[in-house]
């Protein structure tokens, strides 16, 4: 009822507004200026809005409850977006010919007709590098492409299975079934991984085990396609502006040469030494070992490449061998800001806020709310009967949609 009453007010309003427009412009441009009277949208959607015209310069405004008004763009278009429902309203100003038209409208904020889910919904996109893992979580079969193999991401993620990301630039791209919008000052999402620690004396400062940090990038579907082909940011963690942290790294691994001999290390329960060789944009070189563990190919085998090619940024290595005999490793978490770094039980530390996106020079971005998330091995390192340092990624949960998985205040833990 509330809804219905909404609306004829709205009219009203809205005939007012072209009443007054038409004063000085005839209804046909002020129809093609594009935007309607009012909007209805559900929470966590995005509304794209563009004008018909070819205006001199364009200005978006939000006004609060209060009338003041706040200049949120001034570009042609403008994509809104909101997680709480309510009425919001826009005013909209293009100046055309030395005349400033204005166009004041309601956007309507409503519940979402069928519930979301908080889970993630959707896999776009599974490109693991070589490991001890890949082929096997999800598990390959014979005569499957690189799409059965994102929809076998996607069935484990969604079940909340692990899949494994292989070592360094290996990634996985999902998202939800809405955008997972940037509150203000509250984390935003949480994505598990398989982290644990040691047991470490409670006094030691650094804490760590097994912590294999993967770096999330966040995405905006800005050209509405629903692919993830926009541009990306990472989200800077606790390592990011450090020097020890590589920008623009880049690795390719080579497919391993068929019917070679493999050079075993029985010691460290290597089966082959040199089994998938890489090298780096840094003059680096080394291999992806195989171990006795994990017997089945390491190269992904649904790609028919023979290199795969990865970059992103590279923290530096996390593993330390403290039986300096190569018999016990402790790969060291990072404070926070990585998936697979810190035990699930540490929600907060899994936790990540879409305020720390930053563009490839390294400038914070702010984001409404994204749509994509890409999650990568960051770390290039191998540890001997360990094996290769690899993220694993289970479901992530959106915080701002109720769930079963977070339980606690949501603005705890590292910097907002
Ligand atoms: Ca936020
Ligand atoms: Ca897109
Ligand atoms: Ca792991």
Redesign the pocket.
């Known amino acids: 009822m509330l809804i219905k009453e909404n609306i004829i007010k709205i009219c009203v309003a809205a005939s007012a507004a072209v009443m007054a427009l038409s004063s000085c412009h005839n209804e046909i441009e002020i129809v093609s200026l594009g935007i309607n009277d009012y909007y209805y949208l559900p929470r966590m959607k995005k509304l794209r809005m563009e004008t018909a015209y070819e205006g001199e310069a364009f200005r978006w405004f939000a006004i609060d409850k209060e009338g003041n008004d706040s200049l949120v763009s001034t570009a042609r278009s403008y994509t809104f977006l909101k997680g709480e429902e309510g009425e919001y309203h826009l005013r909209f100003e293009i100046d055309m010919e030395g005349r400033t038209m204005k166009h004041s409208f309601p956007i309507f904020v409503v519940h979402e007709e069928v519930e979301y889910s908080p889970y993630t919904a959707n896999v776009y996109e599974y490109r693991p590098a070589p490991g001890q893992f890949v082929n096997t979580m999800p598990m390959y079969s014979p005569g499957d492409t690189e799409k059965d193999m994102v929809r076998k991401a996607k069935d484990a993620l969604l079940s909340d299975e692990m899949i494994t990301l292989g070592a360094y630039g290996g990634y996985v791209t999902f998202g939800f079934d809405h955008t997972v919008c940037n509150t203000p000052g509250q984390m935003d999402f949480m994505i598990k991984g398989n982290a644990f620690y040691s047991d470490l004396p409670e006094y030691e400062e650094l804490q760590g085990g097994s912590s294999e940090p993967g770096i999330v990038m966040v995405s905006v579907?800005?050209?509405?396609?629903?692919?993830?082909?926009?541009e990306w940011y990472e989200l800077a963690g606790s390592e990011y502006y450090k020097s020890t942290t590589l920008k623009n790294y880049m690795i390719t691994y080579s497919r391993p040469q068929e019917g070679r001999e493999p050079v075993p290390d029985k010691k460290n329960q290597i089966s082959d030494l040199y089994y998938i060789p890489w090298t780096d944009n840094h003059g680096g070189s080394g291999y992806v070992a195989k171990n006795t563990y994990h017997t089945q190919d390491y190269f992904p085998a649904w790609l028919d490449d023979d290199t795969m090619t990865f970059s992103g940024s590279l923290l530096p290595q996390n593993g330390v061998d403290e039986s300096h005999r190569g018999t016990y490793f402790v790969l060291y978490a990072y404070p926070w800001g990585y998936v697979d770094n810190q035990p699930n039980r540490l929600m907060s530390l899994n936790c990540f806020n879409i305020d720390w996106a930053v563009d490839g020079d390294g400038n914070p971005v702010h984001l409404d709310g994204v749509d994509f998330i890409r999650v990568y091995t960051g770390v290039n390192q191998y540890c001997g009967w360990l094996g290769e340092t690899s993220t694993e990624v289970l479901r992530a949960t959106d915080l701002h949609i109720d769930n079963d998985e977070y339980l606690f205040d949501q603005t705890g833990g590292s910097n907002n």
């Open positions: 579907d800005s050209n509405g396609n629903g692919v993830p082909d926009d």
